[in-house]
């Protein structure tokens, strides 16, 4: 290694050749190549072929999960080895928050296409805007509220007898998922939700506290309690799903109504899972590895604003899907 | 500097330059100055004026943004080619090293503003104008699908008047094997009929994927959105024949769904309007009748031709749909025949030709399925049939 | 660990396992000159048959298959992975830095791009063939009237998005984190600038993209209605998501164009840029309109009249910033000494050629215009006078103009004069016309037309297949140099050219930089 001219200029540490790249490539491109087609037998398909589709996109997943366990861990050991300096870590933190900022803007298109249905499609399907001229000739009888308890197909009488070609059957829930129809407020899941996902932003808060003062023990304890949060949350949604499909009628072919619920509570239920993997994977490696100090934790810190902008969506979830 | 190369090498003659200049002057200069020359059918340079009000304004506002950018044009790029011309090193110019001037910035950042003010003015008065559909004397349906246009005629009396419009250009025209006509593509079997003079409102839909109406001399274009309908106006101060084409990609035959509108004095339109609704009539009657095969095959024929024969080719083959020839549906029991015919297969390409066609229509069309391309079962349908299988 | 001192492995393992910013690059370009190639195929056929007036190559549906792939492996094939190609190389190089931030993650970022356009490719032998809605796909084309192609294809977009956010979010890292001391944000050369700008809008709105398929992926296999009224969804929805990605996407491709010219105009001048900062400033003001003009390629859905002058005022603005960095770049030819290697030349045909294309562009922008251009042959000109004589003619100008450091061999310039000259006159011969057959009527996204077009698109045809011709001889060009270029020794090897890239030896060496150099405080800015 050449000696450091430079004082402000630590020197940085370039990792040699890696076959990390090429491997989660190939696990990447097997999944989803296996995905893709499991998806296509499914729609066109013809019914009891069968195919290897599942198994490819099985093999490439355990790939690709393979290739990410040992990249981490390779990344965890260089860094217990002392290879990283202050300016490497600089760009893991830099790397993180630019990561979750594209997040923020995946979760931005789908509640774009929210407030777009709700707030202009829905009153123009129902006669907003032209003199009521578009319900009159297309949805006759069509009228919007929400969460939208009829879909236009509906209004007019089914598939058979919409104006524009038939590309799906869409009907609505009975029940949707709004207070107003909850049975008793503590029967209310989202409440619980909110509830357990709020105080779990608190929980992994305190035990970065303790991270920073080196307790370690207070740090173990307030990050399992998180986890149990994590996985709490995941099974009351898991739970309000099965209560939507099996109670309320309330689907994926629910018209645009069922469409975004899924759609965002499904996406921030999935990146909720992949959370709680994460400060879990962190809590492991306290627990059994000893690691993380108080100034050296980026793993264990960089999951935890994860977590914390996985609650602020729920927030925004709370107020747009179940609130308002 | 770089090595072991002589910098003359590098910098061009003037010779080439007069060339580069020459050209890019004559760019600029043919644009603009052609684009006014033009009006022709064939190579026009530029938009048609068109014959509404509407279209007018816009020709104005298109020149005079054209203008406007040319005339910026000429000026940046004649500085540049001041510069490429007389500041070359070859020259033996020592270069200047003077840059930053807040002065200079704002005015190029404030003159540039100014400039597209007066642009918007006008601009946002025509869009105004475009989007004023109040008042319209008529109202017609337009409804695109995968590839022909529905015109509907929302009259308040008598019979509506609905039909489709076709490509007619036949199939050996666009396959080489005739030669072309001089409306080649842009030609249908049945216009749309306007009155001059009129507000005509178009109330713009689609069926299955979107579409767009445009016709350029009417100043209109509108995407066909399935699902929603969305308006636009036109008011034709000339007499003719319009003509125009689907400008939204809708599949395969995108290419082949033209508009064809014709512009005729009111009471041409009335007559014709009224010998409309009289066929109207008349179909309803033959609803009632009963059929022999030969009548319905000849029908039929036309019938497949005009709607059929884009997806299902010209013997039955196949194409974008199923081949018909052999098919199991168009020789199997005639209930599956007659479900798919009139309801379509969902999800697919096949639309339900219940709403699209009359009974009579389809009935011959069926029949002629079961009996051409070698499929011979023999059997044929009346339009009552169709009717019946209708109501359930 | 660490060792920075030997060169890189032998074989192929050099190349698949990685972590060298400029082995990295190098895949980068190749890739994308290859995608390039691949799409320019099929624009040549495009332009075969549209040749003459009536079918004669290939069918309607095939037609479309080739417009959709030609556009598709254009902007994500071609011209994005050869800027970030451009950006790997000389990034580091730049603001002097070893590497890039992630050098393994960079890796991943390229090693994703080939398999997910082979499989985007495979599409083509597909039961109903590759995607046909367009680049664009529009929905319900694309979802419930398309084949099994479109799942492929919503699959090769995530994977594209995945490797162009990281990519990205590396390069943010890079510039943020990784400057030389004294290297401050306004002393960056401005193509570092303009990438960092870039690499913020493609991690705003890649991920917006990858939510706008997922959407399709839903309706197509789930059963959602997020585009079909009849399930209170809507059509329009699609394009308000896919633009609101779609247009920020081509000042992603321009703006890293705009920082080469910004590099090569001055060398050639011998002459500072002129107003520096201001062409920051202007960077970040496109970048920050181009959030908020995207509905100006929906003038015709049907949107209400208060949108639609909205989306048309902010879209005219863009013409005020771009126009800044027009003129600062003739002032800063204003009075220099200019010489015209090739590399200045296709400066100078973007310069001409890329107005020209902003000015139909801001012709666009007028909406009740648009309501005759839209969709016509005339958007098509627009778009490739900005994007072929925009973004291809700058990166061909930094091919050329960074490619003796690269490898140490200088170009043969007759050869690339020619290139110039043959280009910029095919170019003009290609998309000139099509501005007449748009304003005319024609169609965009047709296979066939009527024969009041036929000799404007003949004439673009041949001038399609001379300017295709070309792009062989530029292959030629930089084949040759790098296997029997004349040896270049000094490190500046333009006199004009400034920045750190110059200061490291030609060819430039594995490793640079591993000591940061020094910066000169007096130095205003590279
Ligand atoms: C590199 C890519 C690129 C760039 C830089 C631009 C730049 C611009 N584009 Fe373009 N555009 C595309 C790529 C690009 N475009 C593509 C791919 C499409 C079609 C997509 C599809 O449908 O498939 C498209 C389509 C498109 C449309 C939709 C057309 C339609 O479908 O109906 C519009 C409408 O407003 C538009 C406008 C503009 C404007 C105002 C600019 C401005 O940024 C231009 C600004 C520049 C100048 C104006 C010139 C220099 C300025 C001066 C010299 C200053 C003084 C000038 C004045 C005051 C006039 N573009
Ligand atoms: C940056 C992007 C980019 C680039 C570089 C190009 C480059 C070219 N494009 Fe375009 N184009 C688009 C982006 C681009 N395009 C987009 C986004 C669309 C819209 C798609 C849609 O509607 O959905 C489009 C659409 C489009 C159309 C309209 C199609 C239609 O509406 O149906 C046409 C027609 O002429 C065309 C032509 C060309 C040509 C001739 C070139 C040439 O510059 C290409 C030159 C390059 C080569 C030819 C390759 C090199 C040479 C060889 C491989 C050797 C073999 C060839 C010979 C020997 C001749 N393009
Ligand atoms: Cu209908 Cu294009
Ligand atoms: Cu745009």
């Given at each position: 290694m050449t000696a450091q001219t430079s004082t402000a200029h630590e020197n940085y540490y370039v990792p040699e050749k890696s076959k990390m790249a090429v491997m989660a490539t190939i696990g990447l491109v097997l999944s989803v190549f296996g995905a893709a087609n499991v998806m296509n037998d499914m729609t066109f398909g013809e019914p009891g072929v069968s195919s290897n589709s599942k198994f490819i996109m099985y093999t490439g997943l355990a790939v690709f999960g393979a290739t990410l366990f040992a990249w981490f861990r390779q990344a965890i050991r260089e860094n217990l080895a002392g290879m990283n300096s202050a300016q490497l870590k600089k760009s893991y933190v830099l790397g993180m928050g630019w990561f979750i900022f594209s997040e923020v803007m995946f979760f931005a298109a789908f509640f774009g296409a929210l407030f777009y249905v709700r707030n202009l499609v829905g009153p123009w399907l129902a006669g907003e805007g032209d003199g009521g001229r578009m319900n009159h000739l297309l949805w006759e009888g069509f009228q919007f509220s929400w969460p939208m308890m009829q879909t236009p197909q509906e209004a007019v009488g089914g598939a058979g007898s919409q104006?524009?070609?038939?590309n799906g059957t869409f009907t609505s829930a009975h029940k949707s998922m709004a207070f107003a129809e909850a049975s008793a407020w503590y029967l209310w899941l989202p409440l619980w939700n909110t509830l357990i996902l709020l105080s779990s932003s608190v929980t992994v808060h305190i035990a970065h506290m303790g991270l920073l003062d080196n307790n370690r023990r207070k740090f173990n304890l307030w990050l399992g309690l998180t986890v149990f949060l994590g996985v709490v949350f995941v099974c009351l949604q898991a739970l309000e799903y099965y209560e939507a499909y099996a109670h309320f009628g309330l689907t994926l072919n629910s018209g645009i109504y069922g469409s975004t619920f899924f759609m965002l509570t499904g996406f921030h239920g999935f990146h909720v899972l992949m959370g709680t993997f994460m400060l879990a994977v962190q809590l492991y490696r306290s627990v059994r590895g000893g690691h993380f100090t108080a100034n050296d934790h980026f793993g264990f810190e960089g999951s935890s604003w994860y977590w914390h902008f996985v609650d602020v969506v729920w927030v925004f979830l709370f107020l747009f899907i179940y609130i308002l | 500097m770089f090595s072991g190369l002589e910098l003359e090498n590098y910098s061009m003659s003037l010779n080439t330059f007069k060339r580069l200049l020459a050209f890019a002057a004559g760019v600029l200069v043919t644009l603009p100055g052609l684009a006014l020359a033009a009006g022709g059918?064939?190579?026009?340079l530029n938009m048609p004026v068109g014959v509404t009000d509407v279209g007018r304004s816009i020709f104005d506002l298109h020149m005079i943004i054209l203008w406007i950018c040319v005339a910026i044009g000429a000026l940046v790029f004649g500085v540049m080619f001041y510069s490429i011309i007389y500041h070359r090193k070859s020259r033996g110019v020592k270069p200047a090293q003077f840059h930053e001037s807040t002065k200079v910035e704002i005015a190029w950042t404030v003159v540039p503003f100014l400039i597209l003010i007066t642009m918007a003015v006008p601009a946002t008065s025509t869009l105004l104008d475009i989007y004023d559909f109040d008042d319209a004397d008529m109202d017609v349906l337009v409804t695109g699908y995968q590839w022909k246009w529905k015109y509907e005629?929302?009259?308040?009396?008598?019979e509506s008047v609905a039909f489709f419009s076709n490509l007619s250009t036949p199939q050996a025209e666009i396959y080489n094997t005739d030669g072309k006509n001089e409306n080649y593509l842009l030609e249908v079997d049945e216009p749309l009929v306007i009155p001059v003079d009129t507000k005509v409102r178009f109330l713009v839909t689609a069926n299955d994927v979107i579409h767009s109406w445009w016709v350029p001399e009417l100043a209109v274009k509108k995407d066909a959105i399935p699902g929603f309908i969305n308006e636009t106006w036109t008011r034709a101060n000339e007499i003719g024949t319009y003509r125009g084409q689907c400008a939204e990609l809708c599949g395969k035959d995108h290419g082949f769904m033209p508009i064809v509108v014709e512009v005729v004095s009111k009471e041409d339109y009335a007559a014709w309007l009224g010998e409309k609704q009289e066929q109207a009539a008349k179909v309803k009657e033959l609803m009632a009748q009963t059929f022999s095969l030969e009548e319905l095959m000849a029908r039929g024929k036309a019938v497949y031709e005009r709607n059929c024969l884009a997806c299902h080719g010209a013997r039955g083959e196949g194409g974008v749909g199923t081949a018909i020839a052999g098919s199991p549906i168009a020789t199997g029991e005639l209930g599956g025949h007659l479900e798919i015919g009139i309801n379509g297969v969902a999800g697919t390409a096949m639309q339900a030709f219940g709403g699209q066609l009359n009974d009579v229509d389809l009935a011959a069309v069926i029949t002629y399925q079961r009996n051409a391309f070698g499929n011979n079962m023999g059997d044929l349908v009346q339009p009552i049939d169709v009717f019946n299988y209708k109501q359930g | 660990m660490g060792d920075h001192h030997h060169g890189p492995a032998k074989g192929l393992s050099r190349w698949l396992f990685t972590t060298n910013h400029k082995d990295i690059g190098t895949m980068y370009l190749w890739f994308s000159f290859a995608m390039f190639l691949l799409g320019g195929t099929f624009a040549m056929i495009i332009r075969a048959e549209l040749f003459q007036p009536g079918m004669q190559l290939v069918e309607p549906a095939f037609f479309n298959q080739m417009t959709t792939l030609h556009g598709l492996v254009m902007v994500f094939g071609a011209i994005m992975p050869s800027f970030v190609g451009l950006a790997n190389w000389l990034i580091p190089m730049m603001i002097g830095a070893?590497?890039?931030?992630l050098p393994r993650l960079n890796n991943w970022s390229f090693w994703i791009l080939p398999p997910a356009f082979l499989l985007l490719a495979s599409t083509l032998f597909m039961e109903g063939g590759?995607?046909?809605?367009?680049?664009?796909?529009?929905?319900p084309l694309s979802t419930t009237y398309a084949g099994p192609s479109v799942t492929i294809f919503i699959f090769c977009i995530h994977i594209l998005g995945v490797s162009s956010i990281m990519g990205s979010i590396n390069i943010i890292a890079t510039v943020m984190n990784m400057r030389a001391p004294g290297m401050s944000y306004m002393k960056m050369p401005l193509f570092v600038w303009t990438w960092l700008i870039t690499a913020f809008l493609l991690v705003a709105v890649m991920p917006v993209l990858a939510g706008a398929v997922t959407m399709m992926l839903m309706d197509v296999h789930f059963g959602t209605s997020f585009f079909s009224a009849a399930g209170g969804g809507d059509p329009v929805l699609f394009q308000h998501i896919f633009w609101f990605f779609g247009h920020p996407e081509v000042y992603i491709i321009i703006l890293p164009a705009f920082g080469v010219v910004s590099q090569i105009i001055p060398a050639f001048s011998r002459k500072p840029l002129f107003g520096y900062d201001s062409m920051v400033y202007a960077t970040a003001a496109i970048a920050f309109l181009s959030f908020i003009v995207w509905a100006h390629h929906m003038?015709?859905?049907?949107?209400p009249v208060a949108g639609e002058l909205f989306f048309m005022y902010a879209t005219m603005l863009i013409a005020v910033p771009t126009g800044v960095k027009v003129f600062n770049w003739i002032t800063t030819m204003w009075r220099g000494a200019l010489t015209f290697e090739t590399p200045m030349l296709f400066c100078i045909g973007f310069l001409v050629l890329f107005t020209i294309g902003g000015f139909t562009g801001l012709m666009l922008s007028i909406a009740p215009a648009d309501f005759q251009y839209h969709d016509s042959y005339f958007v098509v000109a627009h778009f490739h006078y900005v994007m072929v004589a925009g973004a291809v003619f700058s990166m061909t100008a930094a091919v050329y103009f960074w490619l003796p450091k690269w490898c140490g061999k200088m170009y043969n310039e007759t050869m690339g004069k020619t290139h110039f000259w043959i280009s910029f006159i095919a170019f003009n011969v290609t998309f000139f016309p099509q501005h007449f057959v748009g304003l005319a009527g024609m169609p965009r996204r047709i296979p066939d037309y009527s024969l009041q077009f036929a000799d404007f698109n003949m004439m673009s045809s041949i001038g399609a297949f001379v300017y295709g011709a070309s792009q062989l001889l530029f292959l030629y060009n930089v084949i040759a140099t790098i296997v029997a270029g004349k040896p270049v020794s000094d490190d500046k090897v333009w006199d004009g050219a400034e920045g750190l890239e110059w200061t490291v030896a030609t060819p430039a060496p594995y490793h640079t930089f591993e000591v940061p150099p020094k910066i000169d405080p007096a130095h205003a800015h590279f």
């Open positions: 104006l524009i070609a038939n | 059918e064939k190579n026009a005629y929302l009259a308040e009396d008598g | 070893p590497d890039m931030a590759a995607p046909a809605a367009g680049w664009t796909f529009y929905a003038y015709t859905v049907g949107m």
